[in-house]
């Protein structure tokens, strides 16, 4: 059986930018195969959180936004941050309020996940939010939201048609409509 052990040493490492959200690292390491090499890190101070609102009717909510990094419009489940170390709910909570003006009565944890295995260290959770409750939404000033109610079926085929990119939603809605062939939902 081969080793789970670390394989990478670790020469030095410096941090070349930081700011609220992120920081990138640049590390000098002597790789697995034992040659001298480099290897960049984006460290992330934030829980990715994301919420798969689903009504009685089985009606989900979806936010539409220009994503920046993308430099296109994305549609996907309300999704946001807690900072490390918090409770991940509590900002799944405050993401879905923030996004849709919806809170949620039962909550349940779909999946634990990382988005990246390359460069990245970010770290998530996925919710399922039933028992829904319509008040006002509470965009943040960065964020220019459409909300659309729209039935769970066609999220299913928007996913499966690749209209849907978002990798949180992805899953999400995998999740879910696996519950529902199972008569879990």
């Known amino acids: 059986m081969q080793s789970t052990e670390n394989p990478w040493q670790i020469v030095s490492k410096k941090t070349i930018y930081d700011n609220p959200w992120i920081s990138l690292i640049h590390h000098e390491v002597i790789n697995p195969s034992g040659n001298a090499g480099i290897y ?96 006002e939404a509470e965009p943040e000033e960065t964020e220019e939201l459409q909300v659309r109610k729209v039935p769970f079926s066609e999220v299913y085929r928007m996913v499966c048609n690749s209209e849907i990119t978002d990798s949180m939603t992805v899953a999400a809605v995998l999740r879910v409509q696996l519950m529902i062939l199972e008569g879990k939902i």
């Open 40 to 135: 960049g890190k984006v460290h992330y101070k934030n829980w990715a959180i994301g919420v798969l609102p689903l009504d009685d009717e089985l009606n989900t909510y979806l936010v539409g936004q220009y994503r920046f990094v993308l430099n296109q419009y994305s549609w996907e489940m309300p999704e946001g941050g807690g900072p490390l170390g918090t409770d991940p709910l509590d900002a799944a909570k405050r993401e879905l309020l923030e996004e849709t003006g919806l809170k949620a009565r039962e909550w349940t944890k779909l999946h634990d996940f990382h988005l990246s295995n390359s460069v990245g260290n970010e770290f998530g959770q996925i919710y399922l939010a039933r028992g829904l409750e319509q008040f």
